[in-house]
């Protein structure tokens, strides 16, 4: 089994990087969604959050009002801390349960948006980085995602720039030309992870 760490700036096309290598086979296990699986109603992980927050972080229907939690978090480290200190153990557990599932010659894609932050490159055979300019993401958060230009500016500027995320890759995908020259770059990325992992089977 190859484990890979995916990852990227915001607004760089990490999501239609994680469909083609999973549309050729990849394993993807996607950290973000897991984070929301953990603390869907009815889990210890809500439950923990309600615990650490109080009632006010639920909707009316009983589900985490993650725009709330957002404002909370967002505003205060120590706060932000508590809720990583409940969410990450949870995703990492989960994330290890989906991994043990692969076969031996699996590429094993572990999709980190967070991975250059949080220095998690270590714990990978390698990692892949999606490049583009960020030009090219304010361009694509503000036209595809309809942010506003501050808020995408504050989004980017929130995460590692594009020097710290290239210093970890092994490999790079240069996502800041158009969708159609981004497939062929895939392909050729994904031939070279094949063979590595089934150097490893």
Not at 89 to 113: K, M, T, W, Y
Not at 134 to 155: C, I, K, S
Not at 158 to 176: F, M, P, S, T, Y
């Amino acid at each position: 089994m190859l484990k890979v760490g995916l990852t990227g700036g915001i607004g760089a096309g990490k999501s239609e990087v994680s469909r083609l290598l999973v549309s050729y086979g990849a394993v993807l296990i996607d950290a973000d969604r897991i984070a929301r699986e953990v603390v869907e109603p009815g889990t210890p992980g809500l439950a923990a959050v309600v615990a650490a927050f109080g009632e006010d972080v639920l909707t009316a229907e009983g589900t985490l009002d993650r725009p709330r939690l957002g404002s909370i978090v967002f505003a205060d480290p120590e706060r932000l801390a508590t809720l990583n200190a409940i969410v990450h153990p949870l995703v990492g557990a989960r994330s290890a349960e989906l991994e043990g599932a692969a076969a031996p010659g699996d590429v094993v894609i572990h999709d980190v948006p967070l991975l250059t932050e949080n220095g998690l490159a270590p714990l990978y055979d390698l990692v892949v980085v999606v490049d583009a300019s960020p030009e090219t993401q304010l361009d694509r958060l503000v036209r595809l995602r309809g942010m506003a230009a501050d808020e995408a500016g504050a989004r980017m500027a929130a995460q590692a720039d594009r020097a710290a995320r290239l210093e970890i890759a092994d490999l790079v995908i240069d996502n800041d030309g158009p969708l159609d020259a981004l497939e062929p770059q895939v392909r050729k990325v994904w031939d070279e992870l094949a063979r590595r992992a089934a150097e490893t089977a």
